[in-house]
């Protein structure tokens, strides 16, 4: 891989950590504002994946392995959060 | 002799220093049947317990220890470990590969699962060990347990999942990428694709119990209060284990429903019925596995529509099971079925298991689960499922292999034997648990109208336990008594059978191929290579040895954890300075993996499960705030200044690293060993900071134990801190040998794997960042 791909992407992870900052200090919704954080952070870690892991140029399967790893903890997060929407703990 | 041959069977240092795997499979098989031994007895002291409500064998703790550890080696200690003696043992063989991809860390995950059961042991001269359940519940364990003995337990079960995952990476690589030639993954024989589907069960359900696992220590170390504190509590660990623990009852079946296939095939003369259908069925239980463990939960009080989902998923479970048992009976129908030993058991665990299987149905009603939960009705339906299904499966396989192990037949009189004396004693101890549907588990007190049920089971322990007896004398006398075997006693198919009994070393005389679509050996195997491969190691069992010592020093006396760690650090840089010859296969059928080699590829999949241990323990966060209802506003706990230089320090470092990667490609000694020492540079800042962060907040008196949102930050980043320390470890040898000129010109792939983990380390804190300090 170019070196100057690594350099641009490294600039891309600042730039997004950077808007994070400004987005968290913007006077919007605190739904939005979460949300738009975590989209970022996401963003983030696919780029780091795909370039600095390598991930784009390697064949689907090995991915395959980590989005199975991500799907189950995503099903994991989902459920066990929704569980107990609505239930007070005190 | 040198470590590229083998000592004699008979010679100590053999056992302690091979990693061939069929070695490595024996000392399993040893092992698995010693913890079988121990549990069992423990079983039978508390069925004797049991057999009147006022006996007094066992005082209440004892009996609750009793319990507790039966039901933990059983599960962890002997079903999983028999299968992968088996495993260790045939898989190879059956996919007609040298050894498996790794040999040392096959042996690493042998010895790291013995000293873990050796700290569960200990544990018992410790004033109390483990005495919660199997399942560990909280706040139980965390608050009311407080004995050193349950801290060592739980160490113990931690060394077992540091050597489940360096199994599964092993057996994952080895699957995928040391196949003969032509040999398809659906071509596969039954076992191997009963323990392909195991260990991908175990590289994604493991590491949740190790997340449990750390957040419990912390919990009763440190004084976190993710399970004393109501909003995470008994709710957050049911979650937690039973996203392991379900699938884990599928881990223990699998590799049972491959030795059915392959010997029903054996046994009926007949292809298997469907088999492309148990195969898809078998791939859909392990998928949907991790979307039932919520039916455990029931009575928990959760969201009516998450206990519907659970249902559905559970009722859903149920149906591919349905089509695979189908198939293995419709596989013996008109057949000329040959009922030696090994079918014979088949045979009988599969009528077992279709009874666990039926009530397991029962189970998931939410209705009939308010009834059932929590009494001797639910110990019946796992016994049948995984004492029946998987242990008697499981031994059906012992016998069926034990001729190519050995080079000897067993008695087939003892054996029917002791497939009678199981079947009477097995349903003598477990079917009157059905019957006391009324009666709750793990108590020793009972109602007087149960008692005659209790002691017909009673009876029906200690035949059962004598059957096994059976089965030991049987395969000692005859391991020097028995008629040779010849290699294939059975007339079998598949590939291990095509080799002499016990095989050579290297396991065949040529290399197999399927490339015609039939069994071929082309070429000479192993001596054609030049410098023979390698088969002793003394360092899987010194890390093992040492990892023990340290975690044991933990909770008798610090020195012994520092004589461990010592003795770590010299063993990991043993490791890497041994000279260990071990080839891929050079005709090897790698789909889907074919441009992946074998260290990127156990890279990638030890990450996977990294992932997942992350990923609980992350998930373990958003729960606990979403069940508080208050939670510090950002910038009030934590200092976002902080965590912001920590962010940009760690993507700086990922670029070095990937800078140190491109240096070495083009060859420059001096910017590939300058990268890497801007990362430990950046690392060693990134701890810095994050001390400093820590230190802060103790002056202002925020400590583990103060409150939810100070004990998840501390663990979280404590454990993502551990691992940058640990990939700082790994950078200071590379960048001493980066020094001297590694790397460059050649090696430079040590670097992208190294890569690969410390991304990962900084993808984690991307999420890290803004979730403890913006959101």
Redesign the interface.
């Given at each position: 891989?170019r070196?100057w791909v690594?350099?641009a992407v490294?600039a891309a992870?600042?730039l997004m950590?950077v808007l994070?900052?400004v987005v968290?200090g913007m006077p919007l919704p605190r739904l939005i504002i979460?949300m738009s954080?975590?989209g970022?952070?996401g963003g983030?870690?696919l780029l780091?994946?795909l370039f600095?892991?390598?991930l784009a140029y390697?064949?689907k399967?090995?991915s395959s392995?980590?989005l199975?790893?991500?799907g189950?903890?995503v099903?994991?997060?989902i459920?066990?959060?929704?569980?107990?929407?609505?239930?007070?703990?005190? | 002799m040198d470590s590229h041959q083998l000592p004699p069977s008979y010679s100590i240092k053999r056992w302690l220093l091979t990693t061939n795997h069929k070695d490595v499979g024996i000392l399993y098989l040893v092992t698995s049947l010693y913890f079988l031994i121990l549990g069992g007895v423990l079983a039978l002291i508390f069925r004797l317990q049991l057999a009147q409500p006022g006996l007094n064998i066992l005082s209440p703790p004892a009996f609750n220890q009793a319990v507790t550890i039966h039901g933990l080696v059983m599960v962890l200690f002997v079903v999983s470990p028999l299968a992968f003696a088996l495993a260790n043992y045939v898989v190879p063989l059956q996919i007609g590969a040298r050894d498996l991809a790794f040999p040392r860390l096959n042996a690493l995950s042998y010895w790291l699962y013995l000293f873990g059961g050796l700290l569960v042991m200990i544990s018992f001269f410790q004033d109390r060990t483990l005495d919660v359940g199997w399942t560990l519940y909280q706040p139980l364990t965390s608050v009311f347990s407080p004995y050193v003995g349950v801290n060592t337990g739980g160490l113990g079960l931690a060394l077992l999942t540091a050597s489940v995952t360096v199994s599964t990476v092993n057996f994952v690589v080895t699957i995928f990428r040391s196949r003969a030639k032509g040999l398809r993954l659906t071509a596969l024989p039954m076992f191997t694709v009963g323990v392909l589907l195991t260990v991908l069960m175990m590289l994604y359900a493991f590491p949740a119990l190790l997340a449990g696992i750390i957040l419990l220590a912390s919990d009763r170390i440190l004084g976190t209060v993710y399970f004393t504190s109501p909003q995470g509590g008994a709710i957050l660990w049911d979650h937690i284990f039973w996203f392991f623990g379900h699938p884990e009852v599928y881990i223990v079946l699998f590799p049972a429903l491959g030795v059915f296939g392959d010997i029903l095939v054996t046994f009926s003369r007949r292809p298997l019925f469907a088999r492309r259908i148990i195969i898809a069925a078998m791939v859909v239980v392990a998928t949907l596995s991790f979307l039932v463990w919520g039916h455990h939960m029931f009575l928990t009080g959760m969201h009516p529509d998450v206990r519907r989902a659970f249902t559905v998923t559970t009722i859903a479970i149920s149906l591919p099971f349905d089509a695979i048992i189908l198939s293995f009976i419709y596989t013996l129908a008109k057949a000329r079925i040959e009922l030696k030993t090994p079918m014979l058991f088949v045979l009988g665990s599969i009528a077992i298991f279709i009874i666990g299987g039926i009530t397991g149905v029962f189970l998931g009603s939410i209705a009939l689960d308010y009834v059932l939960r929590g009494t001797y009705f639910v110990v019946a339906h796992f016994h049948y499922t995984m004492a029946g299904g998987a242990l008697v499966g499981l031994i059906a396989g012992v016998y069926y292999w034990y001729p190519k192990m050995t080079g000897r037949m067993f008695s087939e009189k003892l054996g029917r034997i002791h497939f009678i004396l199981t079947m009477i004693g097995f349903n003598t101890l477990y079917f009157p648990f059905f019957l006391s549907w009324e009666m709750p588990r793990r108590v020793p007190i009972y109602v007087e109208s149960l008692v005659p049920l209790q002691q017909i089971a009673t009876v029906g322990g200690f035949i059962f336990g004598a059957s096994f007896l059976v089965m030991f004398w049987n395969l000692l006398y005859s391991l020097r008594y028995g008629e040779p075997a010849g290699s294939n006693p059975w007339g079998a198919h598949t590939l291990e059978w095509m080799t002499e009994s016990p095989p050579p070393p290297h396991n065949f005389d040529g290399t197999p191929t399927f490339v015609d679509g039939k069994l071929s050996f082309i070429a000479a195997n192993g001596a054609a290579h030049g410098e023979p491969e390698t088969h002793l190691s003394r360092w899987p069992f010194m890390l093992s040895l040492a990892s023990f010592l340290a975690l044991l020093g933990l909770t008798t006396h610090l020195l012994v954890s520092v004589v461990g760690v010592g003795l770590l650090a010299f063993s990991v840089l043993g490791l890497a300075g041994e000279r260990f010859i071990s080839r891929e296969e050079d005709l090897g059928e790698r789909w889907p993996f074919e441009r992946v080699d074998r260290m990127k590829l156990a890279w990638w999949t030890f990450i996977s499960s990294e992932v997942v241990l992350f990923g609980v323990i992350l998930s373990a966060y958003v729960y606990v705030r979403t069940a508080s209802s208050t939670w510090p506003a950002p910038g009030t706990l934590l200092d976002i200044g902080h965590g912001a230089v920590n962010t940009f320090i760690l993507l700086t470092s990922s670029l070095t690293v990937v800078l140190a990667l491109a240096s070495s490609r083009m060859g420059s000694r001096t910017c590939t060993a300058g990268f890497l020492a801007a990362t430990l540079g950046l690392g060693i800042l990134f701890l810095f900071n994050k001390y400093n962060e820590w230190s802060e907040l103790f002056s202002h008196g925020i400590t583990f134990s103060s409150g939810l949102p100070a004990s998840t930050f501390f663990l979280t980043t404590g454990i993502h801190g551990a691992h940058v320390f640990a990939g700082l470890l790994a950078l200071g040898y590379l960048f001493a040998r980066a020094l001297k000129g590694a790397y460059v010109g050649k090696g430079h792939e040590t670097l992208e794997y190294f890569g690969y983990y410390w991304h990962f380390v900084d993808i984690v804190w991307v999420f890290i960042f803004p979730l403890f300090y913006l959101v």
């Open positions: 891989m070196v690594y350099f490294f992870l600042v950590t994070e900052l968290f979460d954080i975590v970022l952070a983030k870690a780091i994946a600095f892991q390598h390697e064949p399967s090995l392995f980590a199975l790893g991500i189950g903890v099903a994991f997060l459920l066990s959060v929704y569980s107990i929407i609505g239930i007070a703990f005190g | -």
